[in-house]
């Protein structure tokens, strides 16, 4: 909680914070798998090399979970080098390899698969509110630029925005005012709950917490996101004059989640390679 006279240099901080790529807006990709892809034929018996290729394209570090190609169940696994336990720094790129060995085929010339590529990734979101209270005589004189909330926010699948208004009037020394908060995966994949299973699939686990700001009703809140896409949460916030003048707030909320995105390839076994 800082008085409105330091509220320039919050917002210089605010400026910072999001120059540095730690909280930024308007990017709904975390990882991402930029290629996946292997020779279009082989033969039977032969081994194939799909190579793997994943951008960080989001601001927070990704940490691979789990990493396995479906669709080719009767080939036989290869050792390679994409593993779970790989962490790859936002802006960077990461490249492996899965090895496979294609089967033999049983009286036909070709056979086509569709292997899927499935990557299981952890990832945080984080959105931060900054808002003004004070009495009615400590804001009358202040700019209306100065009067508005502030807002930040981590890029990546998940995002999460607080809306509530600005400024807060303080006329009996206390207030309670709504703060909702808006949870929706921008991404293509399937967010999960801490480990990714189909029990914790579409669902996601928020805190919510303030400096300033007493929001206990969310200090921890789980949503399932409609249709794997959405929900929100109405959370009543107290806001108290603890000391003279207009002050700024600030409201956290965070959420530590895995998520799952996928990519198809192509491949054929055939007598004639």
């Known amino acids: 909680m800082v008085s409105v006279s330091g509220l320039a240099r919050a917002c210089m901080l605010l400026l910072a914070v999001v120059a540095s790529g ?15 892809s292997s020779l279009p034929t082989v033969g039977p018996g032969q081994a194939a090399s799909f190579q793997v290729s994943l951008t960080n394209a989001g601001g927070q570090d990704a940490q691979v979970e789990d990493i396995k ?3 080719l169940e009767s080939w036989e696994a290869l050792p390679g080098t994409c593993r779970p336990g790989m962490i790859i ?28 590529l499935s990557v299981t990734y952890r990832y945080k979101a984080t959105a931060i509110k900054w808002l003004i209270a004070g009495e009615p005589a400590d804001l009358a004189g202040l700019e209306p630029s100065r009067l508005e909330a502030r ?3 981590t890029a990546g699948p998940l995002q999460i925005t607080i809306s509530l208004r ?16 808006d949870v929706a995966n921008s991404g293509d994949g399937i ?8 029990a914790t699939w579409n669902r996601v686990s928020i805190t919510v917490s303030g400096d300033g700001v007493n929001i206990a009703e969310c200090a921890s809140k789980a949503l399932d996101l409609y249709k794997g896409k959405s929900n929100s949460a109405i959370c009543m916030a107290s806001i108290t004059a603890a000391q003279p003048g207009a002050t700024q ?25």
């Open 22 to 36: 730690c909280l930024t807006s308007n990017n709904n990709v975390g990882l991402a798998i930029e290629s996946f």
């Open 89 to 116: 720094r936002p802006g960077l790129r990461q490249t492996c390899k899965l090895e496979f060995r294609a089967p033999e085929l049983a009286g036909s010339l070709q056979n086509s698969y569709a292997p899927k």
């Open 249 to 273: 707030r600030r409201i956290e909320a965070n959420a530590d989640y895995g998520y799952i995105t996928e990519k198809v390839a192509a491949i054929a076994v055939s007598n004639k390679v």
């Open 166 to 181: 600005s400024p807060v009037l303080l006329s009996s020394a206390a207030a309670t005012v709504p703060v909702r908060v």
């Open 191 to 198: 967010v999960c709950d801490g480990g990714c299973s189909a």
């Open 151 to 153: 807002s930040a926010a």
């Open 69 to 71: 190609i479906y669709g």
